[in-house]
């Protein structure tokens, strides 16, 4: 048997085609029918299949306990979900029911993130759900509303084949986005006029393989961006048709970017002025530029300003859609953008509505008949939670497929708030989620195969992901879990569903005359086509059967803005991390590592991963290490204001003077928790989406010594 799916890592969204043997072994291959990656597979993809056959560490049943000195028991899902309802209740009751809170993960299905929040908001009365995609996404959904009027990426993976001039800044699409890069690789070898700058302050195997690496000193991206901008409109590669016509806030930008000289920027960034006359001279006069970014942008206390100020180069140059153009952010998560659809987020709902909107939250209470009013007030966000948590503001969270232990920025006061919480529910698939340990509840979640449901990839793709095994022991559709526990809080006629089609449904109408409208997509359509991308409406009988499906958005410069009018932002360029000092004088950034996904809950079982990159280590520049006696491969000690890591340093004059990087993905090993890179970041967050800042934390680097 074949079946045709989707890989469940990265935002690139692969099609796979996974084969069933007759004795149950699963092959898996890149579907060359798929139009994201042509057949091609990373690593991570190549190798998925595995996470499924080893079964040795999944969660089987569910289990619970009265306390956290009592081991877990294994006990019936009826028990698992009366117990957790009757303690919900009880906290709602007495605190309101801004006491209880859904965190869940990019990781989830679209209908699995409809359920969820709707739940909450519409018929518990709290806006408390956020997913983890606020750790890696919300500023560039912030940046998107405020410039383009709505959380809309406007361009396609075929705008790659387009453009003549990529500008990846703050991604390393080689490692993190692979199949993505292998298309821009293939184009490029392919047609040698197109270029490739890459901004990042270490060399990257996206900066090994770029025309102009721009190493720039870490949140210095706003100082470069606006001096590009200022070069773009003083060698005159603006669009002023575009800008007069469609486009607001161009005075004002003029006169923020032009309060620094191009000399200026250039010694705060610590790049030469030759280098970034370079990247505005090849910018203004490409054809098809092309923006990519992931967290090196957002991931930072002024993520939406860095947005907003890459953004700003397309608006002064018209480059928006045109094949070939446009900002594009490339999402982590393979499914943070169906969250985002489905309103799983504290301060939207369904279909980009806001709660804030009274007209908005009227439109969705009348469609769920929902029993109590929608709060107006945003709920907690991801840190948010975790601080509530902690001063017992927050009484209960329910933690669906994401290991806030490992990934929360200030991980040691995450760890706390999960000790102290009241009552934790943690349902996942396997233990190797270090959250499972401090939970009260653990219901077993069905994994990638055992489950059917949509998810969205980063070109608005929606694909359909077909139920191919059955999961093991006791393990459910987190979409059944969840409708099964809003039946046992007396909800039963708003969440009796037979199967996700019957919620995947219910969530298409109420996308109805949005910008995100999906009502002509159903599973029957996405079983025959596989994927679609939206806006796909429906058709009316008049207009036929024919493709709806949107490759590029405002084709006609009409943007989402109330006037229509896309926004030009003039954008300080102060960064306003935490400050170094004498005690921590270098700055650590956080990221990924090829083989690796998130904190190896999935990656971790697959032996040929682990093998690219067997143990965390610290990257740190030759001449900070030997002012601090370091050898390479020594053990070293990285010290924070938060807390500790011990890892083996990397020489390497890949990352800048005065500049060091860990990988993301370790936490807490033979029961220490001295591998967690987040034990330094900072939980400092940006205002407007509340995004953390992992990019820039002030840390020291000393010769461990056994005590
Ligand atoms: Fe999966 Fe992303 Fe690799 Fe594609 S690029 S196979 S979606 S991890």
Same mark, same amino acid.
């Given at each position: 048997?074949?079946?045709?799916?989707?890989?469940?890592?990265?935002?690139?969204?692969?099609?796979?085609?996974?084969?069933?043997?007759?004795?149950?072994?699963?092959?898996?291959?890149?579907?060359?029918?798929?139009?994201?990656?042509?057949?091609?597979?990373?690593? *991570?993809?190549?190798?998925?299949?595995?996470?499924?056959?080893?079964?040795?560490?999944?969660?089987?049943?569910?289990?619970?306990?009265?306390?956290?000195?009592?081991?877990?028991?294994?006990?019936?899902?009826?028990?698992?979900?009366?117990?957790?309802?009757?303690?919900?209740?009880?906290? @709602? *009751?007495?605190?309101?029911?801004?006491?209880?809170?859904?965190?869940?993960?990019?990781?989830?299905?679209?209908?699995?993130?409809?359920?969820?929040?709707?739940? $909450?908001?519409?018929?518990?009365?709290?806006?408390?759900?956020?997913?983890?995609?606020?750790?890696?996404?919300? /500023?560039?959904?912030?940046?998107?509303?405020?410039?383009?009027?709505?959380?809309?990426?406007?361009?396609?993976?075929?705008?790659?084949?387009?453009?003549?001039?990529?500008?990846?800044?703050?991604?390393?699409?080689?490692?993190?986005?692979? !199949?993505?890069?292998?298309?821009?690789?293939?184009?490029?070898?392919?047609?040698?006029?197109?270029? $490739? @700058?890459?901004?990042?302050?270490?060399?990257?195997?996206?900066?090994?393989?770029?025309?102009?690496?721009?190493?720039?000193?870490?949140?210095?991206?706003?100082?470069?961006?606006?001096?590009?901008?200022?070069?773009?409109?003083?060698?005159?590669? !603006?669009?002023?048709?575009?800008?007069?016509?469609?486009?607001?806030?161009?005075?004002?930008?003029?006169?923020?970017?032009?309060?620094?000289?191009?000399?200026?920027?250039?010694? @705060?960034?610590?790049?030469?002025?030759?280098?970034?006359?370079?990247?505005?001279?090849?910018?203004?006069?490409?054809?098809?530029?092309?923006?990519?970014?992931?967290?090196?942008?957002?991931? /930072?206390?002024?993520?939406?300003?860095?947005?907003?100020?890459?953004?700003?180069?397309?608006? $002064?140059?018209?480059?928006?859609?045109?094949?070939?153009?446009?900002?594009?952010?490339?999402?982590?998560?393979?499914?943070?953008?169906?969250?985002?659809?489905?309103?799983?987020?504290?301060?939207?709902?369904?279909?980009?509505?806001?709660?804030?909107?009274?007209?908005?939250?009227? &439109?969705?209470?009348?469609?769920?008949?929902?029993?109590?009013?929608?709060?107006?007030?945003?709920?907690?966000?991801?840190?948010?939670?975790?601080?509530?948590?902690?001063? %017992?503001?927050?009484?209960? !969270?329910?933690?669906?497929? +994401?290991?806030?232990?490992?990934?929360?920025?200030?991980?040691?006061?995450?760890?706390?708030?999960?000790?102290?919480?009241?009552?934790?529910?943690?349902?996942?698939?396997?233990?190797?989620?270090?959250?499972?340990?401090?939970?009260?509840?653990?219901?077993?979640?069905?994994?990638?195969?055992?489950?059917?449901?949509?998810?969205?990839?980063?070109?608005?793709?929606?694909?359909?992901?077909? *139920?191919?095994?059955?999961?093991?022991?006791?393990?459910?559709?987190?979409?059944?879990?969840?409708?099964?526990?809003?039946?046992?809080?007396?909800?039963?006629?708003?969440?009796?569903?037979?199967?996700?089609?019957?919620?995947?449904?219910?969530?298409?109408?109420?996308?109805?005359?949005?910008?995100?409208?999906?009502?002509?997509?159903?599973?029957?359509?996405?079983?025959?086509?596989?994927?679609?991308?939206?806006?796909?409406?429906?058709? /009316?009988?008049?207009?036929? +059967?024919?493709?709806? %499906?949107?490759?590029?958005?405002?084709?006609?410069?009409?943007?989402?803005?109330?006037?229509?009018?896309?926004?030009?932002?003039?954008?300080?360029?102060?960064?306003?991390? &935490?400050? +170094?000092?004498?005690?921590?004088?270098?700055?650590?950034?956080?990221?990924?590592?090829?083989?690796?996904?998130?904190?190896?809950? *999935?990656?971790?079982?697959?032996?040929?991963?682990?093998?690219? @990159?067997?143990?965390?280590? #610290?990257? $740190?520049?030759? %001449?900070?290490?030997?002012?601090?006696?370091?050898?390479?491969?020594?053990?070293?000690?990285?010290?924070?204001?938060?807390?500790?890591?011990?890892?083996?340093?990397?020489?390497?004059?890949?990352?800048?003077?005065?500049?060091?990087?860990?990988?993301?993905?370790?936490?807490?090993?033979?029961?220490?928790? #001295?591998?967690?890179?987040?034990? #330094?970041?900072?939980?400092?967050?940006?205002?407007? /989406?509340?995004?953390?800042?992992?990019?820039?934390?002030?840390?020291?680097?000393?010769?461990?010594?056994?005590?």
């Amino acid at each position: 048997m074949t079946h045709q799916t989707t890989c469940c890592y990265c935002g690139v969204g692969c099609g796979i085609v996974v084969k069933q043997e007759p004795n149950g072994r699963l092959t898996v291959e890149g579907d060359k029918q798929h139009p994201s990656n042509k057949g091609m597979l990373c690593s *991570k993809g190549m190798n998925l299949h595995y996470t499924v056959m080893d079964q040795s560490d999944r969660l089987l049943y569910p289990q619970m306990r009265f306390n956290r000195n009592m081991p877990m028991q294994r006990v019936s899902w009826d028990t698992a979900l009366e117990r957790t309802a009757a303690v919900f209740k009880t906290f @709602i *009751k007495k605190y309101g029911p801004d006491s209880v809170a859904f965190y869940v993960s990019g990781q989830c299905l679209t209908e699995e993130y409809y359920l969820v929040n709707k739940l $909450i908001k519409g018929f518990i009365g709290s806006n408390n759900i956020d997913t983890n995609s606020r750790l890696c996404m919300s /500023s560039a959904v912030v940046g998107y509303k405020l410039s383009l009027g709505e959380d809309s990426v406007p361009v396609c993976y075929d705008d790659i084949e387009e453009a003549d001039l990529f500008l990846v800044e703050g991604a390393n699409p080689a490692w993190c986005h692979p !199949i993505l890069w292998r298309r821009i690789e293939a184009h490029k070898a392919a047609n040698p006029n197109v270029k $490739i @700058i890459c901004v990042d302050p270490r060399r990257t195997d996206t900066a090994r393989s770029s025309d102009l690496h721009l190493p720039l000193r870490p949140g210095t991206d706003i100082v470069l961006n606006n001096a590009i901008g200022r070069l773009l409109i003083e060698k005159n590669y !603006i669009d002023n048709e575009f800008i007069t016509n469609h486009a607001d806030g161009f005075l004002a930008y003029r006169e923020q970017v032009m309060l620094r000289s191009v000399e200026e920027a250039a010694e @705060i960034c610590g790049v030469s002025v030759e280098a970034i006359q370079t990247a505005a001279d090849w910018i203004g006069r490409s054809k098809g530029f092309l923006s990519l970014w992931t967290m090196g942008l957002n991931q /930072s206390v002024v993520g939406v300003n860095k947005n907003l100020s890459l953004i700003n180069l397309h608006l $002064i140059t018209g480059r928006i859609g045109k094949p070939g153009n446009g900002p594009f952010s490339l999402t982590g998560q393979p499914n943070a953008m169906g969250g985002r659809e489905t309103g799983g987020l504290a301060n939207i709902l369904p279909a980009h509505r806001e709660v804030t909107n009274a007209v908005h939250r009227a &439109e969705v209470e009348a469609f769920w008949n929902s029993p109590v009013k929608i709060a107006a007030k945003p709920g907690l966000t991801a840190t948010e939670m975790f601080d509530a948590l902690a001063n %017992d503001q927050l009484k209960a !969270i329910w933690i669906i497929n +994401t290991n806030p232990l490992v990934s929360m920025p200030d991980a040691n006061a995450a760890e706390k708030a999960l000790k102290n919480a009241r009552f934790v529910v943690v349902q996942d698939v396997s233990n190797r989620a270090d959250t499972v340990q401090f939970a009260d509840v653990v219901l077993p979640a069905a994994a990638w195969l055992e489950k059917e449901g949509t998810m969205t990839n980063a070109e608005r793709r929606i694909a359909y992901l077909p *139920k191919v095994l059955d999961a093991p022991g006791e393990a459910l559709p987190d979409a059944e879990i969840i409708w099964r526990f809003a039946q046992k809080m007396g909800f039963e006629a708003s969440f009796s569903y037979a199967n996700s089609s019957d919620i995947y449904d219910e969530y298409v109408q109420l996308t109805a005359g949005t910008n995100v409208d999906v009502t002509g997509v159903s599973y029957d359509l996405l079983k025959e086509k596989q994927t679609v991308q939206w806006p796909y409406p429906a058709r /009316s009988k008049e207009q036929g +059967t024919g493709e709806t %499906d949107t490759k590029r958005l405002f084709t006609d410069n009409q943007f989402y803005t109330p006037n229509g009018r896309a926004q030009i932002h003039a954008v300080p360029d102060e960064n306003t991390s &935490e400050p +170094t000092d004498s005690d921590f004088p270098l700055v650590l950034t956080t990221g990924r590592i090829r083989d690796q996904w998130h904190t190896m809950t *999935k990656t971790g079982r697959v032996a040929k991963l682990n093998q690219h @990159i067997p143990q965390p280590f #610290l990257q $740190i520049h030759p %001449d900070d290490a030997n002012e601090r006696g370091i050898q390479d491969g020594q053990l070293v000690e990285v010290r924070g204001r938060r807390g500790e890591v011990r890892v083996k340093a990397q020489l390497t004059d890949d990352v800048r003077p005065g500049l060091c990087f860990l990988p993301m993905h370790w936490g807490k090993l033979l029961n220490s928790n #001295l591998n967690r890179a987040n034990n #330094l970041t900072s939980s400092l967050v940006d205002p407007r /989406s509340k995004e953390p800042d992992f990019k820039f934390s002030a840390v020291e680097v000393v010769p461990y010594r056994k005590p």
